[in-house]
């Protein structure tokens, strides 16, 4: 489903309402407002050469709106820097076409995002549990275990996920992420209206082939029940063949672990609105 970005900043929300579309694999926009947020938005064909050595990296469909489109986005989250979350392609555009756009990216990674040609002055270091506050849009950042937790020599994260409060409403990005001793309690204190989980599991095999995984269905499903989340959102399942996961295996552990969660499975380019 084709998505253009005209029909984005035209959408007409109520003042109460948060307009989500799907970009594929981990990318959410968000509306707020006039204001625009964007979470790990891959919109090219980039493939980093070192992760295909073993396996052969091709895209299962083409990014429902092109960088160029978005480029009236006035803050990108990147959870971590591989290709799929921070792509090199795909930033760069958004930051020429747009110089006020922020970038905000976890701390031991800011470097990457330097490296892409992005300013300085418009990237924002996210450390753990250290609000931002920036557009519109609150952002508590999160540790986030790919498939372990990762710290620098400061003891900031490598990986986070994001909390993103707007309007009233909290929405959970978890980017890659695997369960860890106290997210559960972590989370439970911040009344998630949305989580968006992860749910391509990892496996001896991937490992293998330098894939490292995420949350399995059964787990996603169990997290979103144990935090209280209103509605869970599964993502990272959908666009490489060989990292892909069945939807049907995701709604099978929704009807036999917590058979009365909202949730809601996005096609590419659709868009949600958040009452």
């Known amino acids: 489903m084709k998505v253009s970005g005209e029909s984005i900043v035209n959408c007409s929300l109520h003042e109460s309402q948060i307009g989500v579309w799907y970009?594929?694999?981990?990318?959410?926009?968000?509306?707020?407002g006039?204001?625009?947020?964007?979470?790990?938005?891959?919109?090219?064909?980039?493939?980093d050469k070192n992760c295909c050595q073993f396996v052969?990296?091709?895209?299962?469909?083409?990014?429902?709106?092109s960088a160029e489109e978005i480029s009236f986005v006035d803050v990108v989250l990147c959870t971590h820097t591989h290709y799929?979350?921070?792509?090199?392609?795909?930033?760069?555009?958004?930051?020429?076409?747009?110089p006020n756009t922020k970038f905000v990216v976890p701390a031991p990674e800011a470097e990457v995002l330097?490296?892409?040609?992005?300013?300085?002055?418009?990237?924002?270091?996210?450390?753990?549990?250290?609000?931002?506050?920036?557009?519109?849009?609150?952002?508590v950042p999160v540790p986030s275990a790919h498939e372990e937790l990762h710290v620098d020599e400061n003891g900031n994260y490598h990986e986070l996920g994001y909390i993103i409060i707007a309007n009233g409403k909290k929405f959970f990005h978890a980017g890659d992420m695997c369960?860890?001793?106290?997210?559960?309690e972590l989370l439970r204190g911040y009344?998630?209206?949305?989580?968006?989980?992860?749910?391509?599991?990892?496996?001896?095999?991937?490992?293998?082939?330098?894939?490292i995984g995420n949350f399995n269905c059964e787990e996603a499903v169990l997290l979103a029940k144990e935090i209280g989340a209103k509605m869970l959102v599964p993502m990272h399942h959908d666009l490489y063949a060989v990292?892909?996961?069945?939807?049907?295996?995701?709604?099978?552990a929704i009807n036999e672990l917590d058979a009365y969660r909202k949730y809601h499975v996005f096609a590419p380019g659709e868009m949600y609105v958040s009452m």
């Open 56 to 65: 052969k990296w091709e895209r299962l469909y083409e990014p429902p709106v």
């Open 114 to 139: 330097v490296g892409y040609g992005i300013s300085r002055e418009n990237i924002i270091p996210a450390c753990d549990g250290e609000m931002i506050s920036v557009e519109g849009f609150d952002i």
């Open 84 to 98: 799929d979350h921070a792509d090199p392609e795909t930033l760069p555009i958004i930051a020429k076409n747009n």
């Open 191 to 211: 009344d998630i209206d949305i989580a968006f989980l992860p749910i391509n599991g990892r496996d001896y095999f991937r490992n293998k082939n330098d894939i």
């Open 34 to 47: 006039d204001k625009h947020l964007v979470v790990d938005p891959y919109l090219s064909d980039y493939v």
């Open 23 to 32: 970009l594929g694999q981990e990318g959410f926009l968000f509306k707020n």
């Open 243 to 252: 990292n892909r996961v069945n939807i049907c295996n995701f709604v099978n």
């Open 179 to 184: 369960i860890y001793d106290g997210l559960i």
